[in-house]
C-alpha cells in the first residue's frame, strides 16, 4: 500500500451563512445484533455501537456551523432539537426505513428541509419520495454540493433534488469521525473503520454495488488517530472494524497490524479488538500471528452454511479453501472466538438442513451465530435472479421477500427450531465453555495497566458482576447452568470472560425464547412489523 499522507479534512466549499445542522441517526427495531437484552446488565449502556456514517458527516460539515449529533438508540431527538436546526440530516439501512420516515415527517413539522443519505437510500432511492435533499453514494462531491444548497437555501424545496456522488472523497482523507458528539460510553462496542469494500462476489450481497470490489483505505496514521479520538471520548473497552471485508486487501492489513500492536503496547492494551472477515483468513498465518499481538479476540466470519454445494450456489466457494471446521479451529487457536452467519432459506435447502446446522454448530463449538431467513436486497445478484424467475415476493405478512423452494412455514419452523435449540441456556454456555477452554488461553497475556485498571474500569467491572451475580445468578431461571460455568472459573480468575459470557448469553438466551414464542423476526429484513417504533410522535 502506497503511504498517502494523512489528511483530516472538512468540506472544501465556503459558506456564506451560518447553519445549524441536525444529524440523526434513526433507532433500530429489536433484532439479534442489537444484544438490547444485555444492556439491563450494563449499567449506562443504551446501544449496540456509533452510527460511523453521520460522525464522518459530522466532522465535514464547515467549522463555521453548528452540528448537534442524535443517535435515537441513545435518546429520541425531541422537538426542540428540530427547533434548534436550519436541516435535518438522517442516514440509515434498509431495516430503519420506517423510523427513517418518522424523523422526516417530525423534521416536516417543524416546517424543516430535510437530507437522507447512507446505504438504504443510495440503494433505493425511491423508498424516500417524501425526503427533500437525496445524497446518493459515498461522502464526496454530492455531499459539497449538499452543504452549497443548504448554506443558501433554509426553506423546504418545491420537488425532491437528487446529489449523486461522481468522485469520492478518498478514504486516505476523511475526516476524523466526530465521535466527540456521542457518549462513547453508552455504547456496547465502539467502532472504527479501516476499508471500504469487497473482493468477492456473494450472491445475497448488496456490498460490491454500493462500495465497490477492489478496497477503498485509510492509512494505519488515521487509524491511531481515530483510536486515540476514541479513547478520549469514552472508552468503550471493545472496537470493532466495521470494515465489510476487514482482509479485502491482506498487504493493507499486512501494514495496519504492526501499528496497532505498537499503538496497544504504547498505551497498556486499552481496547480489544473485532472485526469481520472471511472465513479463508485461516490461510494467512502471518496475519493470524499479527492480529493476535494486535489483541484481536473476535472474528464474525460470514460462513452461511456448512453444506458446500450450498455455498457454491450462493457464490461462496471461498469459504470452501478449507474444510470449514479446520478453518474455524486454526481461528480459535490464535485466540479468535468466531462468530458466524447462518442463512436458511436457500434453494439447496432439504428437510434435514435445519439438523444439519444444528450439529454443525455442535462440532464448530461457536458461541454465537446469527441464524436468519435469505433476505433479497435489492442490487444485490440475487435479487435480480429471484426477479427474473418471479420468485419476489411483497407481503407484510411473510418473514421474507423470497419464495423459498420450501414451503415458506416450513423454512421459518426450520429456522425457530434451529435458533431456539441453538441458544438454550446448557447448549450456549457448553460452547462458551469450550472456547473458555481452548480459545481464550491462546490469547496474549495483556498487562495489568492503568489503562486497564483505571478507576473508572473496576468500577465498571464491578457493576456489571454485581448485576450479573443477581439478575442471572439468583435470579434467573437458568441460573443453576450459569453457576456450572462460572464457579470453576472463578477460582481460575477469569473474571473478565465471565462477565462477556454472560452479558452475552443472556441477551441470546431470551432473544430465542422470544423467537420460539413468535415475538421476533425470522430475517434481520424481516417484512414483518412486529413492533411499533418506540418514539414519541406528538410533537
Known sequence: MTEAPTISRRTPYQPQNRRRILCVFPRYSPSFGTFHHAYELMPGVKGFMPPQGLLVVSAYMPESWEVRLIDENLRPARWWDYRWADAVIISGMHI??????????KAHRHGKITALGGPSVSGC?????????????????????????LDTHTERPPQQIIFQTKERVPLHEFPIPAYEKLPLHQYFIGSVQFSSGCPYHCEFCDIPALYGNNPRLKTPQQILKELDTILAAGNPGAIYFVDDNFVGNRKAVMELLPHLI???????YPVQFACEATL????????????????????????????PEALHSISKDHNLSL???????????????????????????????????????R??????????????????PLWERLDKEGRLVFDENRESNVNFLLPHE??????????????TPEFIYERFAYNLEHTYPNRIQ??????????????????????????????????????????????????????????????????????????ESASFYSQKVRQPVAVTTSY
Request: aromatic letters at 10%; proline letters at 6%.
Open 125 to 149: 432511492p425511491e423508498y424516500y419520495p417524501e425526503v427533500d435533499l437525496l445524497h446518493l453514494g459515498e461522502l464526496g462531491d454530492a455531499t459539497d454540493a449538499m452543504i452549497a444548497y
Open 96 to 105: 430503519q426505513k420506517p423510523q427513517i420516515l418518522e424523523i422526516n415527517r
Open 262 to 268: 505498537n499503538w496497544q503496547k504504547e498505551r497498556g
Open 280 to 307: 479463508n483468513l485461516a490461510q494467512s498465518p502471518k496475519i493470524l500471528a499479527m492480529m493476535r499481538e494486535a489483541y484481536f479476540c473476535t472474528v464474525f466470519c460470514g460462513i452461511e452454511t456448512p453444506e
Open 410 to 423: 416450513q423454512v421459518v419452523a426450520m429456522w425457530r427450531k434451529c435458533i431456539t435449540q441453538a441458544y
Open 323 to 361: 474444510p470449514i471446521l479446520q478453518s474455524i479451529k486454526i481461528l480459535n487457536s490464535y485466540g479468535l472466538e468466531v462468530v458466524s452467519g447462518i442463512i436458511l432459506g436457500l434453494d439447496t435447502d432439504t428437510p434435514m438442513t435445519g439438523d444439519r446446522i444444528l450439529e454443525f454448530i
Open 446 to 519: 495483556v498487562p495489568n495497566s492503568p489503562a486497564r485498571t483505571s478507576w473508572a474500569n473496576i468500577m465498571k467491572g464491578l457493576g456489571l458482576m454485581f448485576n450479573i451475580l443477581l439478575k442471572v445468578g439468583v435470579l434467573s431461571d437458568y441460573r443453576e447452568t450459569f453457576w456450572r460455568f462460572a464457579k470453576p472459573a472463578f477460582q481460575k480468575g477469569q473474571i473478565e470472560y465471565i462477565i462477556s459470557t454472560a452479558l452475552v448469553s443472556h441477551h441470546l438466551i431470551k432473544f430465542a425464547r422470544e423467537c420460539g414464542q413468535g415475538q
Open 363 to 380: 462440532l464448530s463449538q461457536i458461541p454465537m451465530l446469527t441464524i436468519n431467513l435469505l433476505y433479497a436486497l435489492p442490487k444485490t
